[in-house]
């Protein structure tokens, strides 16, 4: 491998150094699966959700919003077959005790041994899995070559607690798997008080929890991440169509935001839920291989009809457009995680890029993030402290802040302070220099009309000249015209 490909160990050490992620309690060792956002992370994420807002809600009209509670009534856990059902095979070496999530042990071993199985480890029974490891796999946590396991069983990913001074049966509560349910629990609200008529959608983003067994490549899997799921609810026979449509809407929303075609692939569900009709993931190619980052699912009635039977509440639509006939929606989910969407930004993004010139190697790394999600816009530098320079270029971070967010930096060569703005992806510099402050009005005072800057473009590395007047404008047109970079 070329060393100076994207790797995720580069991709965790640029977080931690920059800013956008550190490990969870780390001065206590570390919480494994629990990593916090920091000032440049918090940024990031915040507008990969603003992207996928503005693109599900204020670009569908048929789609409106909801920010359920994290704490819902226990029997909505029951009633969408969490509480039966949510599980994962696991399986466990008897000579070290070590926990492994079955399916992903076969996975992973394939994908390292580049072997095929004979069928797709999520058609195989537990019988097939653990008949699979015990003829391949040595447990990677002691290394054993007995592959003494035991039999493959099934554990819930839910958390439980309960609320309130008593723990008893009608305390119970479930920190939620998926943000979804509430859209479910309020779709009469939503028909209701905003007159909504099939077909439309719900979206909600928010924190989800699972009590994973396996947490690796870094925020790729966690226990506590965050979901961006819409609901769209059809008329029964329109359910195919929907699918087709939020299937190719999903695919255009990352390749809008810079993620090239042949870097995404479909993975369609051989097994299906019992009440799912159709399944597809969308997959990226993660320096970890081509891994999920969004489920598309048709999933019929059976969530409001579930719903309608633990509750006892009519959750039927009237259809006014057809003879008020009342029918229960059929869903198309579509169901995104934040945290993989992060990464797989910043991964598409990472580039160490060779920039010397004169046959001499000189490699600066850049992110070319799409300027929409990069965390800071622009970064404001004076050449130097001195000479009011730095005050003028104050004043215009000032100008800048209300419709951007921006960076000061004074500090090293304005060469050093370019790469550090590129290493973080931020796609515009502007650099306050003496012809800055060169002009002064008549009066002597600095007026912000005067002067001009440089704009300097973290992908070509270009700079221009730009009259001050002009600097906020310019820099939104650049943003609206912005296209993808392109790696060679
Ligand atoms: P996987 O097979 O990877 O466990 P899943 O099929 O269980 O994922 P869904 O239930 O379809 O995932 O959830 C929708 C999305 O939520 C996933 O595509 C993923 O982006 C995200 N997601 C699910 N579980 C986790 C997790 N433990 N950590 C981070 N993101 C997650």
Not at 82 to 87: A, I, R
Not at 151 to 168: H, I, S, W
Not at 233 to 243: A, L, M, S, V, Y
Not at 245 to 259: C, H, P, Q, S, T
């Amino acid at each position: 491998m070329d060393n100076h490909e994207c790797t995720l160990d580069k991709i965790i050490s640029l977080c931690k150094r920059r800013g956008f992620v550190y490990q969870s309690s780390e001065i206590y060792g570390g919480q494994a699966g629990a990593w916090d956002y920091g000032p440049l992370g918090v940024e990031f994420k915040r507008n990969i959700q603003n992207a996928w807002w503005k693109y599900m809600t204020q670009m569908h009209d048929d789609v409106v919003g909801l920010d359920g509670a994290i704490f819902t009534h226990h029997t909505t856990w029951e009633a969408s077959g969490h509480v039966g059902h949510f599980s994962d095979p696991m399986v466990d070496c008897t000579e070290c005790n070590a926990r492994h999530r079955a399916d992903k042990l076969i996975e992973d071993w394939c994908r390292s041994n580049d072997f095929n199985p004979e069928k797709p480890v999520d058609t195989m029974s537990h019988e097939e899995m653990k008949a699979f490891i015990v003829d391949h796999i040595n447990c990677p946590v002691c290394g054993s070559k007995n592959r003494k396991y035991t039999d493959v069983r099934e554990f819930n990913l839910m958390f439980k607690t309960y609320q309130g001074a008593v723990a008893n049966d009608s305390s119970l509560i479930y920190l939620r798997p998926e943000t979804c349910q509430t859209i479910f629990l309020d779709f009469k609200n939503i028909v209701q008080s905003n007159r909504m008529k099939v077909p439309f959608g719900v979206a909600q983003y928010g924190k989800a929890f699972r009590n994973e067994l396996v947490f690796k490549n870094f925020i790729f899997r966690t226990c506590e991440f965050e979901q961006m799921e819409m609901e769209y609810f059809c008329k029964p026979g329109t359910e195919d169509e929907t699918f087709d449509y939020w299937r190719k809407e999903r695919w255009a929303f990352y390749l809008k935001y810079g993620i090239p075609e042949k870097q995404l692939k479909w993975h369609h569900h051989d097994k299906l839920a019992h009440y799912a009709k159709d399944a597809y993931d969308i997959t990226y190619n993660f320096p970890i291989g081509f891994e999920e980052i969004e489920g598309i699912h048709s999933r019929t009635d059976w969530d409001l009809s579930q719903h309608m039977k633990f509750s006892k509440k009519d959750m039927q639509y009237m259809d006014q457009e057809d003879g008020n006939k009342k029918y229960i929606p059929y869903v198309v989910e579509t169901s995104a995680g934040l945290n993989r969407n992060f990464l797989m930004f910043l991964c598409e993004a990472y580039e160490e890029q060779n920039v010397g010139t004169d046959g001499k190697d000189d490699y600066r790394t850049v992110l070319h993030l799409d300027p929409r999600l990069a965390p800071i816009t622009v970064a404001v530098l004076p050449l130097m402290k001195k000479d009011g320079l730095a005050e003028k270029a104050k004043e215009i971070q000032n100008m800048l802040k209300e419709d951007f967010v921006t960076d000061f930096d004074v500090s090293g060569s304005v060469g050093k302070r370019y790469r550090r703005q590129d290493e973080v992806g931020t796609p515009f510099c502007v650099t306050i220099d003496y012809e800055t402050i060169q002009e002064k009005l008549e009066d002597g005072s600095n007026n912000l009309n005067y002067g001009t800057v440089t704009l300097r473009f973290r992908d070509s590395m270009e700079q221009v000249r730009v009259p001050l007047y002009d600097l906020c404008a310019r820099i939104h047109k650049e943003i609206a015209a912005y296209k993808p970079y392109v790696k060679n």
